[in-house]
């Protein structure tokens, strides 16, 4: 699915299309799991689906995040009790959601300029 154009600032990270198996950050495809900011530099992210923990997403939080987005096609492996749990104690929201969804919610947050991280899990 493609998106609209918005006008953002030329370094926003805005999505501007996304697939099963990728997402396209401004004109750069990504088919691998990313974590991508609203700014700065995309990181290859090594954790699998089923593999992402509290711990895992506490180590990766950078620029003091105050919400967190983790998209997957399957997002039902993922054990999200845990991961809310601690991320509450932090003070951080937590929304884990299907791709199409963190799609629009990346650059609604974006265009909001709110401080967050969204994690892209395809495998």
Known sequence: MKFNEQILETNSNIIKSYTDSSITVLDKEYNYNVIVPPEKSIIKCSAKAKSITDSFIIDSLSDNADLIIIASKDIDCIDKTPII????????????????SACSCHNILLAEKRNFL??????
Do not use: A, V
């Open 85 to 100: 749990l601690e991320l509450n104690k932090l003070n951080i929201g937590c929304e884990l959601m299907n791709l199409s």
């Open 118 to 123: 969204s994690f892209f899990i395809f495998n």
